[in-house]
């Protein structure tokens, strides 16, 4: 078949570094939009959906959000398969009726997380396995009918409803954007130092296993738009 055509969310306020990973991770042609601005696709003509990470929060009262979560919402009417990260996580999570609250602290850093094995996501991936994670609201409840194949002790970091897959943490991170995130954190300098500190080529190399997921998802989608339902069987199914 042709290369596939995925519409890129790019919820990031600041997008440059998420365009990049995401660019650099995708073996598609990614056509973007940048939500915040209130860009939005007129048409769900793609083979797949990717919501990207950003500093907001799913429950905040902004129309480009409330837009967002609108479009999503259809788009996922029309079977459109779905990779959802961090915010996207969260998103994906609130518009199919899963509950997203307030941490009160921040997961950030290199971190484990382990999954049960059985996901198309993750396949190829250890079950215990290291991600760089960066989030202060979280998941609380799956949506339901939805199968949550990851976790770590801050929640659910992996969850697949029909063709929606999702997870909290960021496989598409290099360290520059790492280290770019970790500096903008308003937390104190000594935690700032210590999750600098674990920024490091063998961390980084350890969660580079994480990034099979975008080749899943591809292989998945690609799977998707040859057969249809016939060879995607939903995960509540």
């Not at 209130?38 to 409330?66: H, K, M, N």
């Not at 009417?77 to 609130?94: F, I, K, R």
């Not at 009726?97 to 991936?125: F, K, P, T």
């Not at 801050?154 to 360290?175: A, C, T």
Request: net charge negative.
């Amino acid at each position: 078949m042709s290369r596939l055509r995925i519409a890129l969310l790019n919820a990031a306020h600041d997008p440059e570094d998420t365009r990049r990973n995401f660019r650099r991770e995708l073996d598609a042609d990614l056509v973007e939009f940048h939500c915040p601005s209130r860009d939005l696709p007129e048409t769900f003509q793609f083979d797949a959906c990717v919501v990207t990470g950003s500093r907001a929060s799913v429950y905040w009262d902004e129309p480009w959000i409330g837009e967002l979560k609108s479009w999503v919402g259809d788009a996922i009417e029309t079977g459109l398969p779905m990779l959802g990260v961090c915010y996207g996580h969260q998103l994906l999570a609130d518009v199919l009726g899963g509950s997203v609250e307030d941490m009160g602290e921040y997961e950030i850093g290199y971190r484990s997380v382990e999954h049960d094995g059985e996901n198309d996501l993750l396949a190829g991936v250890d079950g215990d396995f290291t991600v760089f994670t960066t989030h202060s609201d979280r998941v609380t409840e799956a949506p339901p009918g939805a199968t949550v194949f990851a976790r770590n002790d801050y929640g659910i970091h992996g969850f697949r409803k029909g063709h929606v897959f999702s997870v909290q943490f960021h496989p598409e991170y290099d360290m520059e954007t790492a280290e770019t995130v970790t500096t903008g954190k308003d937390l104190p300098d000594e935690r700032i130092q210590r999750v600098l500190d674990g920024i490091t080529a063998e961390n980084y190399d350890a969660a580079c296993e994480a990034k099979q997921l975008f080749d899943n998802f591809t292989d998945y989608v690609r799977r998707h738009a040859r057969d249809g339902d016939a060879s995607a069987v939903s995960a509540d199914d």
